[in-house]
């Protein structure tokens, strides 16, 4: 499969499952099955790369997030473990059950949250929104989904095959530039129509109940 990588330096020596401790699905190789959000990641960055590559991943034990409403919570409580969420590490089943999803996949695949989705993802953590309110805003989350490698096994040589490495072009600068302007507007009156939509909703459920559900 064709997926993407932005590098903030470049590729150098073997490909590893390392990263940053609180990224989304833990630490890894993190790729996207679309270019844009890793060439955003790295178009401040003088000395980044991108990468197109060819992935094999067969044969590797898979953990992937679906889109129905129960999956896309257990993503968010996933993430929210590996951003070190203060609220969740108080639920010891829940965390074991993450822990569990660092440690005995191969690859992890789920929908990306960008930084403008952050702010989002904050209210609902927060209490501020209700679940119904996080998985509609969801549905605009149009970056495509991230391949982590969290294995040795998945990062082997013969599973990847780098078809392209190249620096971004002025083009591509400033076309991301762009973007991330307008997708900020766009996200800002996301939140205030989300927010006054789900203000007097009945049968939602807030971030506090949750843990409590899923920790039973």
């Known amino acids: 499969m064709l997926l993407y990588h932005g590098s ?25 099955d679309k270019s844009d959000q890793p060439k ?17 991943e067969e044969g590797l034990t898979k953990k992937e997030f679906g889109v ?14 590996n951003r070190e969420s203060v609220k969740l590490f108080e639920y010891e089943k829940l965390c074991m059950r993450y822990k569990t999803y660092n440690e005995c996949y191969d690859i992890i695949v789920g929908i990306i949250a960008d930084d403008k989705m952050t702010q989002v993802m904050n209210l609902f953590f927060n209490g501020i929104i209700c679940d119904k309110a996080f998985i509609e805003a969801l549905q605009y989350v149009k970056l495509g ?9 998945a990062c082997e040589k013969e ?16 076309m991301i530039q762009a973007q991330n302007i307008n997708r900020k507007n766009q996200i800002n009156g996301l939140v205030h129509q989300i927010q006054t939509k789900y203000r007097r909703a009945q049968d939602v459920k ?5 843990l409590e559900e899923w920790n039973k």
């Open 145 to 153: 989904n991230q391949y982590v490698l969290k294995t040795d096994k």
């Open 68 to 81: 129905d409403y129960t999956s896309q919570l257990d993503w968010a409580l996933f993430v929210a473990y």
């Open 8 to 32: 903030k330096s470049g590729i150098k020596g073997d490909i590893k499952p390392h990263s940053r401790d609180a990224c989304d699905f833990g630490r890894g190789f993190y790729m996207g």
């Open 206 to 210: 807030f971030f506090d109940e949750i």
């Open 159 to 174: 599973r990847i095959s780098i078809l392209s490495e190249r620096k971004l072009t002025n083009t591509e600068l400033k």
């Open 40 to 56: 955003g990641l790295i178009a401040a960055y003088p000395n980044s790369k991108f990468y197109e590559i060819d992935y094999n």
